[in-house]
């Protein structure tokens, strides 16, 4: 009997990851071409346009690349996802922090804008993450965000706390600061993720690599949790 219910608990795995993958976006642009697998176009009229080209510091590896004065690449999800749970990533490189805004995740109404700003001087002084549709800003002090160097941006939300979770990191996952804050608006009562959109700078190209969004990665771990506490369980008798 319990061998039908751990065959059961299989099948419901299996499912379960099939609907994380089918959901998820990933795009590593080895393929050379934003236009294709995923699609992305053009956001602004502005040029020069974004492209698909060589990493500055890793020959092998293709990349994103935005140019000056605020270009942008944008693809609308195949599946539009939930902001509850939500798990977004994207590796980051920029010649100068200067900048602009990096990431946009958007939906009817509400947006998550990740983006640096300047004190009067012109000097980079901060990041704030704006809710668009709301007009809240989020802002947070810079302490080490590197130049020069890939590095990740990470932005979820956490179901049980409702909090909205932004870190960087260093590729060799090294975190350099994490801050979090509540969402202004109920998470659950609007509108699915639609579309990512990553913007270039004002003064420097800017390169993005490896963008992932996930939706609620919690929900696999605890059925494989399950899964393997009846399996332990039963090998216990
Ligand atoms: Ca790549
Ligand atoms: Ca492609």
Redesign the pocket.
């Known amino acids: 009997m319990w061998k039908q219910g751990v065959i059961l608990l299989m099948f419901t795995l299996v499912l379960a990851l099939s609907n994380v993958l089918e959901a998820a976006f990933f795009?590593d642009?080895e393929?050379?071409?934003?236009?294709?697998?995923?699609t992305w176009t053009i956001g602004s009229t502005r040029q020069p346009y974004p492209s698909?080209g060589v990493d500055p510091v890793r020959p092998n590896n293709l990349v994103a690349q935005t140019n000056i004065d605020s270009t942008s690449l944008i693809t609308v999800l195949e599946t539009p996802q939930p902001w509850l749970g939500f798990d977004y990533k994207e590796e980051y490189f920029a010649q100068s922090l200067i900048s602009n805004s990096i990431v946009q995740l958007q939906s009817p109404g509400y947006t998550i804008f990740w983006k640096t700003y300047f004190n009067g001087a012109n000097k980079l002084s901060g990041f704030f993450v704006e809710e668009m549709g709301t007009g809240i800003k989020h802002e947070h002090a810079i302490t080490a965000i590197p130049n020069d160097e890939w590095w990740v941006l990470h932005i979820s939300h956490n179901i049980n706390t409702n909090l909205m979770i932004v870190d960087y990191s260093l590729l060799d996952g090294t975190v350099l600061t994490e801050v979090s804050f509540e969402p202004s608006v109920d998470l659950g009562s609007i509108s699915d993720i639609e579309s990512v959109a990553i913007v270039g700078g004002l003064l420097a190209p800017q390169y993005f690599d490896n963008i992932t969004l996930v939706p609620e990665p919690c929900t696999l771990s605890l059925l494989a949790l399950g899964g393997l506490s009846l399996i332990k369980r039963r090998s216990r008798r």
């Open positions: 795009d642009f393929d050379g071409d934003y236009t294709d697998n995923p698909v």
